[in-house]
Nanobody
Framework: QVQLVESGGGLVQPGGSLRLSCAAS????????IAWFRQVPGKEREGVSCLSSTNGRTAYADFVKGRFTISRDNAKNAVYLQMNSLKPEDTAVYYC??????????????????WGLGTQVTVSS
């Protein structure tokens, strides 16, 4: 199985940018579909973006389209989420997740087999 560790979260002003990283170990990340989720305390975890490793398909939630970009670096065995034009409502714990079926790209958390522990993103002035 694969282990995932997120990093790159922090405090940023509205309109600013952050790049989240998800480093994988124990397996090759390209063998998995990858997704980013976020969660605010007391609310449901919601899908942010996903990336299929077999065909490069990407998908984004409506609330991040045009602002966030998911990507991967196979040489570093990592996946990234570039977040631009951040808004206060983007404040959440962000998680990366992996699905052992590499052709998939879905927004449902139940589809994913492995999870990181999350990294906090706070957007505030």
């Amino acid at each position: 199985q694969v282990q995932l560790v997120e990093s790159g979260g922090g405090l940023v002003q509205p309109g600013g940018s952050l790049r989240l990283s998800c480093a994988a170990s124990g397996s090759t990340l390209s063998r998995y579909s990858i997704a980013w989720f976020r969660q605010v305390p007391g609310k449901e975890r919601e899908g942010v973006s996903c990336l299929s490793s077999t065909n490069g398909r990407t998908a984004y939630a409506d609330f991040v389209k045009g602002r966030f970009t998911i990507s991967r670096d196979n040489a570093k065995n990592a996946v990234y989420l570039q977040m631009n034009s951040l808004k206060p409502e983007d404040t959440a714990v962000y998680y990366c997740a992996a699905d052992r079926e590499p052709w998939k790209c879905g927004s449902g958390s139940v589809d994913y087999d492995y999870w990181g522990l999350g990294t906090q993103v706070t957007v505030s002035s």
